[in-house]
């Protein structure tokens, strides 16, 4: 993740009463996320470029795949062979809700 070797992030915006955020994450090439992923909020993914591969599905994602993960979705690990660069938008709709 984030801070790991090889994987940065640049929040590029914040709603601080969400907690919704966007993202760029740009994986430098044979980067990895070592983690099975879960998460509580929706998670919208678009790849700009390179490739990113699901090892535990043994699936590659290419440049212009969109991806759209709901709450508690598992995916990744991942590794970055060529390198990747994607943009994330993170958001929590029924937190969003509560604070109405």
Avoid: N
């Avoid at 760029?24 to 919208?44: C, N, Q, T, V, Y």
């Amino acid at each position: 993740m984030p801070g790991s070797a090889g994987v940065w992030e640049k929040i590029l915006s914040f709603d601080e009463e969400s907690g919704s955020y966007t993202r760029m994450l740009k994986l430098e090439p044979g980067a990895r996320i070592r983690k099975l992923l879960s998460h509580d909020f929706w998670e919208e993914v678009y790849i700009i470029q390179g490739s990113l591969v699901d090892t535990r599905k043994k699936k590659t994602f290419t440049k212009g795949m969109y991806g759209c993960r709901p709450p508690g979705m598992k995916h990744g690990p991942y590794i970055a062979p060529r390198g990747c660069l994607t943009i994330e938008v993170r958001y929590f709709p029924e937190r969003y809700r509560k604070t109405r």
